[in-house]
Nanobody
Framework: QVQLVESGGGLVQAGGSLRLSCAASGRTFSRCSMGWFRQAPGKEREFVAAISRTGSITDYVDFVKGRFTISRDNAKNTMYLQMNSLKPEDTAVYYC???????????????????WGQGTQVTVSS
């Protein structure tokens, strides 16, 4: 089992920044590739970014490339999502997730993630 807890969400004006954190406990964090997903009201949960076990591979959905940065600190069992130049359309509940089966690669597929946090709300005002 891996327990995940997100933090760092909040209300920010368009153009502002937030840094989300995902703290992990339980099974060895460094054995899991990790991902960030988001879900806006009335929409399906969607992939945002992912990072491999060592952090050597990252993947971003097109609409956040150049604005968001995913990273991890395995010594602290924590993953981060630095979000800059935020837009109102970034408003959503952001979830972190762990995949303990992907050895080298990362996945955009929600179904491949085994553990999920409870989510943190990000609201961007115009």
């Amino acid at each position: 089992q891996v327990q995940l807890v997100e933090s760092g969400g909040g209300l920010v004006q368009a153009g502002g920044s937030l840094r989300l954190s995902c703290a992990a406990s339980g099974r060895t964090f460094s054995r899991c590739s990790m991902g960030w997903f988001r879900q806006a009201p009335g929409k399906e949960r969607e992939f945002v970014a992912a990072i491999s076990r060592t952090g050597s591979i990252t993947d971003y959905v097109d609409f956040v490339k150049g604005r968001f940065t995913i990273s991890r600190d395995n010594a602290k069992n924590t993953m981060y999502l630095q979000m800059n130049s935020l837009k109102p359309e970034d408003t959503a509940v952001y979830y972190c997730a762990a995949d303990d089966n992907s050895i080298i690669t990362v996945s955009r597929n929600l179904a491949e993630y085994d553990y999920w946090g409870q989510g943190t709300q990000v609201t961007v005002s115009s």
